[in-house]
């Protein structure tokens, strides 16, 4: 049996390495096809190693990282503590034994070199420091700045000069190219601060290798810099760092990161350690993600190879004459999988290196920026990547490879097409795995799983992948009462649905994924706009003090604002405290028993008491509300009113009546009842904090649509709760809602006063836009691609075809006509069915998502049904562009070629 078994073996190896040797020479042969096939399939594996050969290159070793943290330094000391602490090996985590550790505070550089070995050097590092600049007419403040001695050789160490020379007073800075480009300026150049009291020179030009981004380096005697609690320090030791000098230095509370890791013993636990926690619902997503593109490659390749099989029949037919069996014309066809997967895995890994290598300087500065630790590669990623091609190239031949196995030899050796025979068990197929999908996705929305979604997608695909050629064949017997053109391209993708269905499926995958995306996302913008609440009403801007000095000077504010914003009155802002005798306090309507919730959404409530929340209308407030509203307390006697709620002029001379009566007007309703409303002031000083003092004063309830409560309360009634009244800024209407452009004017204008600006800028929803039209190109340049591809395999199947046209009277433009018509069957095809399947997808989500949160408490905002027609207006467009490409590029003179049948 053994023996027996040996044989088999060998005679399979025998029989791949003949369909090998076969399939080496069709690609010799058919060198188009060969250069479509690997294209299609090397691309993808040159993005795959692209990144993952950067991605490895970014990854630093132990000893990159210190070269890169310490530069010439031996160590980097950080006191975090005045208790002692245990530090991981490298410093990089550390944890105290106490929970009433005291903080360093501040740290002087002797008391550092004290516990250091004589002759010990150190140099304060602080890595962090704010900046800010006046560029032009704005100001710049997200610009990084660190403060460090370049001049010494420690600190030197730490970056990459340009250009220049380091800073040595605190008049000078030095700044990275990408800071330079942000600020403006050159080498030489003066940098004025924001509010334009200082200004430094730049001087040199340096690069970190940990942040390629916008950095400006100060000298550490520059002034106002506010810096991190804790100041490192880099140290220049006599000799190695021992245990002695680890243990010595984390008794005192020190964290030190040396070029050689803490020689601790083993028995010291450190808690960051271990492996880190695996994230299986981005592995999921990942593998998910993964499989949509690989099946994408396959329905994309596929038609090329089922060409190949029919423009091969007479071969493959000689071939199961000479004695092959079903199993020797597959692995014929399979082993074309099998070298052009190879040859593509290897092409494309091998420009995925180079491109990776020749990219590095890009990469670098453009998309992690910070410097990669050095060339190297990641072999056990780019194995997978080529294998992965292999398994594309494989799969895509699978199903030709089992239609060549099934084809009429007789047929064959004559050249004859044998129409296809296409079984009712791949449309049941199809029609289960979609109805099956369209489950887990639901399934996988009521539980927000992503992962679950993803893959109930993936299946649906499947499913419609595998009922398209029955609908192709549907749509084929329609076209009989068309003209001939349409009717030969229907006719034809009939025939071919081995090679026409892959391309529809492409594009209906591409398509549906794409719509299914922008619909959740424009349904997920409109449920945002939806929830949104303005903080003020449009135009409404307020000016008040950084300080507690006292507001800004009225006629500067009123200046910029009028000049830059159009406003016609600035009127006052005022506020109630209590005063610096009494403490801080809260001061806060109080909503009646019977109008407050009883629920409170920390509770652990059971479904039947949050269906009980839900129809209860006192609960049917925002989630915020349940907590307890804050109202933001301002004084006014009805001039500021008008400026903060944007209300109606009948509820603003109403309201303008209560307070100038001596009343109050609270912005939620619920806390007004029969004209009156208790206000309660709560001292954070008192002995027993929460009893507050309750008084009730005459109310008016004013529905403002804001998202912000806020408490109006006349001066009267502010000195009846023994609150004392201090100015607080200014409030306008601006002419309209302004551009960016003339507020940043207007906050430059400001910006030497100190103030702080609140403008309402309205919904920020629109951001996600450009993503839809994004998915719509991608999905758009799918369609044209497997349009092309699918119309120029089928122009070159059916030469036959137009040279018989030719032969009887066909006219030229019958080739083009013919081309666009082909071309139409699939981009048509692939984009109505794409779209369908994607809002059937999307729609299935959102049903779940809202049936989810249907039952839930506190109420959420549920998901609308919005479809992107801007995304749709583009699929739309595609087909039409696939077709007249088709047209214009398809040569039409019809020439009459010899036919074999």
């Known amino acids: ?525 409109a449920r945002s706009a939806a929830m949104y609440e303005p903080a003020l009403p449009s135009g409404t801007v307020l000016v008040t003090s950084q300080y507690t000095d006292g507001p800004p000077a009225l006629p500067p504010v009123a200046e910029a604002a009028r000049t830059h914003l159009g406003a016609r009155a600035v009127v006052p802002l005022t506020e109630a405290g209590c005063g610096p005798d009494a403490g801080l306090c809260a001061v806060s309507p109080v909503l009646p028993v019977d109008r407050a919730c009883p629920w409170v959404p920390t509770d652990q409530l059971s479904a039947a008491q949050q269906r009980q929340a839900r129809a209860d209308a006192r609960c049917r407030t925002g989630p915020e509300d349940h907590f307890g509203a804050y109202f933001h307390v301002v004084v006014d006697d009805g001039t500021t009113l008008p400026v903060l709620t944007g209300a109606a002029p009948a509820d603003v001379a109403a309201a303008t009546a209560v307070l100038r009566a001596g009343g109050v007007v609270v912005t939620d309703p619920r806390y007004v009842v029969d004209g009156r409303v208790d206000i309660a002031v709560t001292h954070s000083g008192q002995d027993r904090p929460g009893a507050p003092t309750t008084t009730t004063v005459a109310g008016y309830p004013l529905s403002t649509g804001l998202g912000v409560d806020r408490l109006l309360m006349s001066r009267p009634a502010a000195e009846r709760l023994g609150l004392t009244i201090r100015p607080l800024g200014w409030a306008f209407t601006a002419d309209g809602v302004s551009d960016e452009d003339r507020q940043d004017r207007f906050l430059a204008a400001l910006r030497p006063l100190g103030v702080q600006v609140e403008v309402e800028r309205g919904d920020p929803t629109e951001a996600g836009r450009p993503l839809l039209l994004l998915l719509a190109a991608a999905a758009g340049v799918i369609t044209v691609g497997a349009a092309g591809i699918a119309t120029g395999l089928a122009a070159a199947e059916g030469r036959a075809d137009l040279s018989t046209l030719a032969a009887v009277g066909a006219g030229p433009g019958l080739r083009r006509l013919l081309s666009l018509c082909q071309s139409g069957v699939i981009a048509v095809l692939g984009c109505v069915l794409g779209i369908v399947a994607g809002l059937g997808s999307a729609l299935i989500i959102l049903t779940a998502l809202n049936r989810r949160y249907a039952d839930l408490w506190p109420v959420s905002e549920p998901y609308p049904v919005v479809v992107p027609w801007a995304t749709l207006g583009v699929l739309v467009v595609v087909p039409l562009v696939a077709m007249l490409g088709a047209g214009l590029f398809t040569r039409s003179r019809l020439r009459v070629e010899r036919r074999l049948d």
């Open 1 to 525: 049996m053994s023996a027996g078994r040996g044989g088999r073996l060998a005679q399979a190896a025998g029989s791949w390495w003949a369909a090998l040797r076969i399939a080496r020479r069709e690609a010799r042969r058919a060198r188009g096809r060969t250069a479509l096939v690997l294209a299609m399939i090397t691309l993808p594996v040159l993005v795959l190693t692209f990144t993952a050969v950067s991605w490895r290159m970014s990854e630093l070793t132990p000893a990159e990282q210190t070269e890169r943290q310490l530069g010439a330094a031996d160590a980097e000391l950080r006191w975090v503590q005045r208790n002692p602490i245990v530090q991981s090996p490298w410093g990089d985590g550390w944890h105290a034994d106490r929970e009433d550790a005291l903080p360093a505070g501040a740290v002087t550089a002797e008391q550092v070199t004290a516990l250091l070995p004589a002759g010990s050097r150190v140099l304060p590092l602080r890595r962090w420091v704010s900046f800010d600049a006046r560029v032009g007419g704005r100001v710049e403040d997200t610009i990084a700045g660190r403060a460090v001695d370049l001049t010494d050789p420690l600190g030197r160490g730490l970056v990459r000069f340009h250009s220049g020379r380091a800073p040595a007073g605190p008049d000078e800075i030095a700044a990275s190219p990408a800071a330079l480009r942000r600020l403006d300026v050159r080498l030489g150049d003066t940098v004025t601060s924001a509010d334009g009291t200082r200004s430094w020179r730049v001087v040199g030009v340096v690069e970190y290798p940990d942040d390629l981004g916008s950095v400006v380096t100060l000298h550490p005697t520059a002034g106002r810099m506010e810096t991190e609690p804790d100041t490192s320090w880099l140290v220049d030791l006599p000799g190695a760092a021992d245990e002695g000098l680890f243990r010595r230095l984390n008794a005192h509370g020190i964290v030190m990161h040396a070029r050689t890791p803490a020689p601790f013993s083993d028995d010291v636990t450190f808690p960051s350690g271990g492996l880190p926690p695996v994230d299986v619902e981005g592995m999921s997503i990942s593998v998910l993600v993964g499989g949509l593109g690989l099946l994408e490659v396959v329905l994309l390749v596929g038609p090329a190879f089922a060409v190949g099989v029919r423009r091969r029949r007479r071969d493959l037919a000689l071939v199961a004459v000479a004695g092959g069996d079903d199993a020797h014309l597959r692995r014929i066809v399979l082993a074309d999988g099998v070298v052009l997967g190879a040859l593509g895995a290897t092409v494309g890994v091998t420009l995925g290196v180079a491109a990776a290598f020749a990219g590095r300087s890009l990469v670098e500065q453009y998309v992690y920026g910070a410097r990669f630790g050095g060339y190297r590669c990641w072999p056990e990623a780019l194995a997978v990547i080529a294998a992965v091609a292999v398994l594309a190239g494989v799969l895509a031949a699978l199903a030709p490879a089992w239609t060549a196995a099934r084809q009429n030899v007789v047929a064959g050796l004559a050249g004859r097409r044998t129409p296809p025979t296409h079984r009712r068990r791949w449309l049941a197929a199809g029609v289960a795995l979609a109805v099956g999908g369209a489950a887990v996705a639901a399934f996988g929305a009521a539980r927000t799983a992503p992962a679950v979604i993803l893959a109930g997608i993936v299946l649906g695909e499947l499913g419609l992948v595998f009922a398209t050629p029955t609908l192709v064949g549907l749509l084929a017997r329609l076209g009989r009462s068309l003209p001939l053109a349409p009717r030969i391209a229907l006719r034809d993708a009939s025939r071919n649905r081995s090679s026409t269905a892959p391309a529809i499926s492409a594009v209906m995958a591409a398509v549906a994924g794409s719509v299914a995306i922008g619909v959740y996302l424009a349904s997920d913008e």
